[in-house]
């Protein structure tokens, strides 16, 4: 079935560059998904990437797609103490009009000075 | 602006009672959501619908039912609480395929 991978905690520096990886198992997933989780909050969307893409830019945010690989990474550059939350991977799962989602377990990122 | 309304957002049940959760949203979505979040495998798939009229299992349903009110509303009812469903439950709702998920701030649940 389908199964989505992350690592659990990410500790980086203040100004630092985070790298947040994740693998999926769904070759035919047409969108993936970064979600960030501040505390006592719900999921809210950071960014995605249509699956016939390599890489997508947003402000500070990077992803990359390796579609061979099955590889997705999210790297935010000059992490602030704000970017402190849990980030989750998401693929999209069946071919419905309808958006279900999987999650990867999230990745716990703690920024310090 | 509403969004995703869950109520309520903490309750605590003895082991076999049953209760409802409830979900509202105010963007028109055709489609909604029930999530369970656990520590350390991240939020798992109870029941969908992809429209109103329709319901769907995900990963997890048992020990769950749900029901499209109309288009607006989406309930999770535990009819036997046991403490594996201690959890904190997300309702999302989406306007399609490929769009955003809006989640709702999430209900604490401890079965005891």
């Known amino acids: 079935g389908e199964d989505v991978e992350q690592s659990l905690f990410l500790s980086v520096r203040e100004g630092d560059s985070s790298v947040i990886n994740c693998t999926y198992t ?6 993936l998904y970064w979600y960030k989780q501040e505390p006592g909050a719900g999921l809210q969307l950071l960014t995605y990437i249509f ?14 797609l390796n ?6 990474s999210l790297r935010i550059a000059d992490t602030q103490t704000g970017d402190s939350a849990i980030y989750f991977c998401a693929e999209k799962s069946g071919s419905g009009g309808y958006n279900k989602l999987i999650f990867g377990a999230g990745t716990r990122l703690a920024v310090h000075p | ?7 309520p957002k903490f309750q605590v049940l003895k082991t076999g009672q049953s209760m409802t959760l409830q979900c ?15 520590p350390g ?3 798992r798939l109870i029941y969908y619908s992809a429209s ?12 769950y039912n ?30 399609g395929q490929g769009k955003e998920l809006f989640f709702g701030s999430g209900t604490q649940l401890s079965v005891l």
């Open chain 2, 1 to 7: 602006n509403a969004g995703v309304t869950q109520t």
């Open chain 1, 26 to 31: 769904d070759s035919s997933s047409t969108y």
């Open chain 1, 67 to 72: 579609k061979k690989d099955k590889h997705l």
């Open chain 2, 41 to 43: 495998m991240g939020l």
């Open chain 2, 66 to 95: 749900v029901s499209r009110l109309n288009k607006r509303e989406f309930s999770l009812r535990l009819e036997s609480a046991a403490p594996s469903q201690t959890s904190v439950y997300f309702c999302a709702s989406s306007g």
């Open chain 2, 52 to 63: 109103e009229g329709t319901t769907d299992k995900g990963e997890v349903p048992n020990g």
């Open chain 1, 51 to 64: 699956s016939n893409m390599d890489m997508k830019q947003d402000q500070r945010l990077t992803v990359l």
């Open chain 2, 24 to 38: 509202a949203q105010d963007m028109n979505h055709n489609s909604m959501y029930w999530y369970r979040q656990d």
